[in-house]
């Protein structure tokens, strides 16, 4: 089915994307093949002057299905591609998604049933993590571990109810009239942030394990730091701004590096402070040990050896990130740090 150009669609869908020459064939052909939702969608990816051949893979997709629009985003970042996006979207209701995702059949329909049924603002669902490599098995195992990324709602694949957030997302149009767009100045957790608005709002965010969608994590070990930096990081600013108090799950990781980062020192000065610095690193090897036997016998025990170091990436990296953040926004109160605002894919689908 195509789009006609004089009619208003039901859905808009928004792609920000930069650099995904390896997978946004795949995205937009799972979405193009949708199970059509009555009224049609159309496609809008908003391209971060790419440079790996992703434009010329979307325009060929566009000369043969009228449903796909491509627009720029000279900014480059997620935020500014969502707000391009949505700036140019026709539907009744905008999904959010992701370049790096592919998407259940179903997934539109199945957002429009929820949307109707439970009258939420916001709708989103399961998104499994599926690796190609031994590494992005294993990060993807660790990704569904609460030990990894604490208790939130979305990350359990089979809830049903009221969320904080969710993944992507499918908006009713009215709510960027009432709260406005995403916020720019983030480079990660904007999604995050503009959820907290919509709850602040009085709106309702709903999780429905009938929206189901893949996504292709990091493929090293460096880039799964280097994106759990930057979570930490933007995280402290959103706190911040919102003037929220922070939820355990995010305090963790900071406080078990920041005492790392104190008993280290202290033990040149206090012998005592080295005992307590081993014996806080060995209860924290043992818990992770701990949780990667059952991660890895339900993955599959090819992945335990990396599942260590996977689960530590997530916790130091996110770790680090939050005390940078604080140390920046908090402490010294100045502008967000360049270093943590440069984006972590690059060129040809390589990660850094």
Known sequence: M?????????????????????HIKSCVRSILGQEPPPGGFEIIVADGMSDDGTLEILEKIARDDRRLKIVDNPDRTTAHG?????????????????AHNYYAPDYLRSSLEVLQETGADNVGGSMVCRGESRLQKAIAAAHHSPF??????????????????????????EVFDRIGLMDEELVRNQ??????????????????????????????????????????????????????????????PGCFVFSLLILSLASFLWAPAFWVLLALVTTYWLCNVAASLPTAARNGPALFPLLPLVFAMYHFGYGFGFLRGI???????????RSYSKLTRTPAGADS
């Open 327 to 337: 140390w920046d926004f908090v402490v010294l109160r100045r502008r967000p740090s």
């Open 191 to 252: 999604d995050d942030e503009f959820n907290l608005r919509l709850r602040r709002a009085g709106g309702k965010i709903w999780h429905s394990p009938r929206i189901k969608s893949w996504y292709t994590p990091r493929g090293s070990l460096r880039a799964l730091f280097q994106q759990y930096v930057q979570y930490g990081y933007w995280k402290v600013r959103v706190i911040q701004k919102h003037r929220l108090p922070a939820s355990v799950r995010h305090l963790v």
């Open 2 to 22: 195509t789009a006609n150009n004089n009619t208003r669609p039901a859905i808009s869908v928004v792609i920000p994307c930069r650099n995904e020459k390896d």
């Open 82 to 98: 969502m707000n391009a996006g949505i700036r140019q979207a026709r539907g009744r209701y905008i999904a959010i998604m992701g």
């Open 148 to 173: 990894a990324v604490g208790g939130a709602r979305w990350h359990n694949m089979n809830y049903e109810g009221p969320a904080d957030t969710v993944f992507g997302g499918v908006y009713r149009r």
